[in-house]
T-cell receptor, first 112, second 117 residues
Framework: DAKTTQPPSMDCAEGRAANLPCNHS???????VYWYRQIHSQGPQYIIH???NNETNEMASLIITEDRKSSTLILPHATLRDTAVYYC?????????????FGKGTSLLVTP | GAVVSQHPSWVICKSGTSVKIECRSL??????MFWYRQFPKQSLMLMAT?????????EQGVEKDKFLINHASLTLSTLTVTSAHPEDSSFYIC?????????????FGPGTRLTVT
């Protein structure tokens, strides 16, 4: 069962920041939050991950609340190519072999 | 870096035949590879975990005799769909986790679209 909750869809204007929320209220202390995205008919792409500190890379920023029960993925200047399904994943225990448990994700539509 | 390829990218086969899909990590070694299946408008579902040199671990409900997985080297895993039926038509995606890491970061192939007629 997915341990995350995301809105099913969001819109964002091109050039604006896209803020994608994720609730993970049952997260435990040693679990990381991972974000992947899947552009239509392609394999998923890793974006970013974090434990409790905010993280930033060339693709996005990840803001994790202090209680770690929710997080937000920020695409600072969304482009049309960012239209995709974004998955927030809380990792399963290592004895599951590090497989990713994809929920339904958020379908982000970036509009001109 | 961290590129994973899949071959073929799409395949059409007749019911009852077998199809082999290859997954290769091109610029890194992967002790563990995963196979996922995705039906239209649905999320990815894990089928099996493949570890180099050992038998694959299948998820509940996935028939191991129908979906044969071989992970003979640190850069190649194959999925063979045996006696394919129309209900096996799906988008099959592999991913590879770099050897020596202890994270969930992994790299996905572009997927293989299988159509069984």
């Amino acid at each position: 069962d997915a341990k995350t909750t995301q809105p099913p869809s969001m819109d964002c204007a091109e050039g604006r920041a896209a803020n994608l929320p994720c609730n993970h209220s049952t997260i435990s202390g040693n679990e990381y939050v991972y974000w992947y995205r899947q552009i239509h008919s392609q394999g998923p792409q890793y974006i970013i991950h974090g434990l409790k500190n905010n993280e930033t890379n060339e693709m996005a920023s990840l803001i994790i609340t202090e209680d770690r029960k929710s997080s937000t993925l920020i695409l600072p200047h969304a482009t049309l190519r960012d239209t995709a399904v974004y998955y927030c994943i809380v990792n399963q225990p290592p004895n599951s072999g590090y497989a990713l448990n994809f929920g339904k994700g958020t379908s982000l539509l970036v509009t001109p | 870096g961290a590129v994973v390829s899949q071959h073929p990218s799409w395949v059409i086969c007749k019911s009852g035949t077998s199809v082999k899909i290859e997954c290769r990590s091109l610029d890194f070694q992967a002790t563990t590879m995963f196979w996922y299946r995705q039906f239209p408008k649905q999320s990815l579902m894990l089928m099996a975990t493949s570890n180099e040199g050992s038998k694959a671990t299948y998820e509940q409900g996935v028939e191991k005799d129908k979906f044969l997985i071989n992970h003979a080297s640190l850069t190649l895993s194959t999925l063979t769909v045996t006696s394919a039926h129309p209900e096996d038509s799906s988008f099959y995606i592999c991913s590879a986790r770099p050897s020596g890491t202890y994270s969930y970061e992994q790299y996905f192939g572009p997927g293989t679209r299988l159509t069984v007629t």
